[in-house]
């Protein structure tokens, strides 16, 4: 997908009861919902989710896919995690580097987990912005 979306009054894109999805190179933008993903195993990476009231709503699902979007700035959160579940959600920019801030950033008791090796943060350092986005990517690697 290639799609600017935006000005919905619920959610720009709804991942419900969905699977093998690849939702990509989007600019989601200036809806209640950036992105709603609610009992689905689809992949959401290399998204600008940005100026929406909520920018990730998770209510339930492998989250494994969703990495490597933009989820700052967001009105209210930049994750909703509404079922509290410790859920993986690595290699995305929540606006910052530093892990209490990130967390002020997100309700719902979520929780985002480090997976990288030791020395390294489980979110990107950098304004993705700043990367350039090609259709065949490497997964970014730890520079330690």
Request: aromatic content about 6%; charged content about 15%; some cysteine.
């Amino acid at each position: 997908m290639r799609n600017l979306v935006y000005n919905n009054g619920a959610s720009g894109i709804a991942c419900v009861n969905a699977s093998g999805d690849l939702i990509q190179f989007n600019r989601i933008t200036s809806n209640r919902t950036g992105i709603q993903y609610n009992n689905s195993t689809d992949t959401v990476s290399l998204n600008s989710v940005t100026n929406n009231t909520y920018g990730l709503v998770y209510i339930n699902g492998d989250t494994t896919g969703i990495t490597r979007n933009n989820l700052a700035p967001n009105l209210r959160y930049a994750l909703s995690n509404v079922q509290g579940l410790n859920r993986r959600m690595t290699n995305n920019w929540w606006g910052g580097t530093i892990a209490s801030n990130i967390r002020k950033k997100s309700s719902g008791r979520a929780v985002i987990r480090i997976s990288l090796p030791i020395g390294c943060s489980g979110f990107l350092t950098s304004h993705p912005t700043r990367i350039r986005i090609r259709r065949k990517e490497s997964a970014p690697s730890c520079p330690l």
